[in-house]
């Protein structure tokens, strides 16, 4: 056991180092994976065929859910002992073998092993906290169904993900078998849809909807695509991060029979890029989706300029879009993942002008109480002076633009 521990640090030592410099090219890709995960395998499942480990319905029949199951392969600090034997978390525990095959068995703060893993800080509610900070249900027409903006809708497929993040924004659903992938519930979401001519955007979501089969993801989406008014349909998903084997070709031929379909992905650290989440990304680009990524902004995970721009350089080999950075919601017993507003403007100010601007995502936070998500941007604009409006540059200096013309 010891043995087997020192070898898994020491794979993921060789994986990691060097990971905020970004590599020149997207690194090979094989089908056994990172040194690290291969490692995992024959440590804790010498049993499984490469053939198996590779299939992602072996993956989340073998999740790791359970106190004795954690205890076997991570050295547990105390806080994360006490929340998994008190219980006590609203939010389920699940975690593919592939994505603690990425986790530090010895570090309880390694940022991939702080997302999901659940330490007592979960128990504490912070002031402003609240189950439902964005008032989903309050904008809920039928189950499973957040009609925010007017003319898009977000639509949770189901509540099940193979991997449950410890700030997950939806804790109060994610889990609880409430929001079932039944013909019925959709039929009811579809029939709202088909009613309200003004929803010409549809954005699938959950849960993870990638978790359901090949089949009820093609009747999902072929139901959504005969709806008239329905232009394009995006799904957002964490599978190319934390089950990236899920993204098989057959899913991909039934993906690309959707188009317009869009895809946003969970990503959350440059850790995340592995081979077999790069595979996933290429499979998926090379179906048409283009790729977009939303970021959770986390303390200790990825709370500065080096690790967020190697991330996002990152992405964009990989095909994907920094789309959106969040700060992180005031979901109830997330106060230890959370960072002060300006911690994102500072990540946003030391990327902007300094790196590729498709490497930028786009600040937001998602208003308490039902706003829709706000866009912040450090002070660019200083003010007028006279017609000259006066400008910030990326480097801190002061510019001006004749601002002259007349409406
Ligand atoms: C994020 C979100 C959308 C999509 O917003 P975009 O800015 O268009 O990506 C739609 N509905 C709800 C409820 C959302 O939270």
Redesign the pocket.
Known sequence: MTIDLLNRSQALIVSQAGIHQTPRRVPKQNSSGAPSTLAFRKAYFPDAAVREWNDWRWQSRNRFRTFEQLDRVLVLSETERGALTEGGTMLPIGITPYYMSLLDPNDPDQPLRRTVIPTTSEFQRAPGEADDP?G?DG?SPVPGL?H??PD???LLALDFCSTYCRYCTRSRVVGHGEIMASEDRLEKAFDYIRRNPQIR?V?VSGGDPLALSDEKLDWILGRLSEIPHIQFIRIGTKMPAVLPQRITPALCKTLRRHHPLWMSIHFLHPSECTPESVRACSRLANAGLPLGAQIVLLKGVNDSVEVMTDLCHRLLMMRVRPY?LYQCDPISGSSHFRTPVSKGLEIIQGMRGHTTGYAVPTFVI?APGGG??IPLLPEYYLGRDGDDVLLRNFEGDTYRYPDTAVE
């Open positions: 964005l989903e904008h957040v925010r903006y898009r809708v977000l955007d954005l959106y998602d829709g998500k």
